[in-house]
Structure formats: C-alpha cells, structure tokens
C-alpha cells in the first residue's frame, strides 16, 4: 500500500508561481511511477505531468509544458510539481498519484486527497 499526502497548493496571482509536494508512505514507493493529475470545478480529471520511477523520463500535458515541472526525491519519498506562469485556468484541485504511469488516470492505483490551487487574474 502507499499513502500520498499532497500539500502546498494556494491562492496566487496570475504570473506568479507554487511548488506542490506530495510525500508517500510504503515500501514500494520508489518503483512506482508518479503522476499529477487536476480537477477544475465541472470539468474532468486531467493530466498534467508524470515521472518515471527512477525520475530520468517525464512527460507533461500541452497546457502546462514549459511552466511547470515534476520532479521526485525517492530518498525522502517525496514527489513534486513546480509551477511557473500561472494562469487563471490553472485553478483547480490537484491530486499526485503513483503506479503505472502515462497520462491515463485509470493506470495510478494510488491516490491522494487533493490539493486546491486558485490562480487570480
């Protein structure tokens, strides 16, 4: 089993920037590809970013390529998401997610509670 906790999401102008952490929990977490997901209200789950289990390959959504990053420390068992150039369409909850990887949420077994990030224009 692994438990991830995302934290650092906030209220932000546009333009400017967050970083998301999300730690986890369980023995198999530095085999397990990684992946940040995001829900805007009445709309879908999305993609956003993935990370390979040894952090050499990650792949990022359209929409957010060139401002944001995903990055992993499998030493402190932690995934992250810098955010650069926010925009307002960038409100929405954002969840980490681990297993398989790619950008099919049905391919993640693990999931955390979420984290808000609103983007004021």
């Known amino acids: 089993q692994v438990q991830l906790i995302e934290s650092g999401g906030g209220l932000v102008q546009a333009g400017g920037s967050l970083r998301l952490s999300c730690a986890a929990s369980?023995?198999?977490?530095?085999?397990?590809?990684l992946g940040w997901f995001r829900q805007a209200p009445g709309k879908e789950r999305e993609f956003v970013a993935t990370?390979?289990?040894?952090?050499?390959?990650?792949y990022d959504a359209d929409s957010v390529k060139g401002r944001f990053t995903i990055s992993r420390d499998n030493a402190k068992n932690t995934v992250y998401l810098q955010m650069n150039s926010l925009k307002p369409e960038d409100t929405a909850v954002y969840y980490c997610?681990?297993?398989?990887?790619?950008?099919?949420?049905?391919?993640?077994?693990?999931w955390g509670q979420g984290t808000q990030v609103t983007v004021s224009s």
């Open positions: 997610a681990a297993g398989r990887g790619g950008h099919y949420s049905r391919s993640y077994d693990y």
């Open positions: 369980g023995r198999t977490f530095n085999w397990l590809d």
């Open positions: 990370i390979s289990w040894k952090g050499d390959t990650t």
